[in-house]
């Protein structure tokens, strides 16, 4: 595994500080489906698209351009090819999907929850797709990208989509205050048990953090 670290881009604004209470029981969630076996089961699936369909109606106002900015960072400075498909995983109302049409021919916009596709605009070059990130309804090898912003990392299936140069793209737009939120060394980590050695770059933007990884070239 080879993670490297490059510069961050300091916030123009001070941080705003979050209890704890907000987002570390949903930190350790995060991790168990990242790295256990059953870590994702049915009555997970379920209280977390309860959880994702109340908070639906108020979704779009979690945007802004500030939030944006990690992900803009991680496409331009994580080294991603323009062009290509891109998967973009848990897009609730489709805030960052804009940003992806910036860097992708085309984007597969996926949430498990109905309640934020029917709240999602339609742009061209996009499909909606309503299907668990754990069991996606695509082809082996047919992203050249998989972005999870804000969005749980299932490293056997995003292996399975994702083409042998492309790229899983991770970032958490509060950084370690974000509720869904890996570090840099165990998102590196939990894809290399499934995609084998990998290159990874890391840094922050703003209170932004993210991640990039992909297959190492001398992989088979």
Known sequence: MTLREIEPIASETPRVERDPDEYVAMQKVTRQIAF??????????????????????EWHTRGGEDRLRPT???????????????LEIG?????????????????ISVDLVKEMLDLSPRPDRTALVRADAAALPLADGS?????????????????????QDGYVVVVATSGDQTPIYLPP?????ALE?????????????????????????SSP
Request: glycine share 14%.
């Open 36 to 57: 256990e076996d059953g870590g994702w089961d049915p009555e997970r699936k379920e209280r977390i698209a309860q959880l994702f369909e109340g908070l639906a109606p």
């Open 143 to 163: 992203a050249d990208a998989v972005v999870c912003v804000n969005a749980f990392v299932f490293p056997s299936e995003y292996a399975r989509v994702l083409r």
């Open 185 to 189: 060394g165990d998102v590196t980590a």
């Open 91 to 107: 897009s609730g109302t489709g805030i960052h999907t804009p940003v992806l049409l910036d860097r992708f021919g085309f984007v």
């Open 72 to 86: 803009r960072d991680a496409l331009s400075r994580g080294g991603i090819p323009s062009g290509g498909t891109a």
């Open 193 to 217: 048990r499934q995609l084998g050695p990998v290159e990874a770059v890391t840094s922050r933007h703003g209170w932004g953090t993210w991640t990039v990884v992909r297959r190492a070239a």
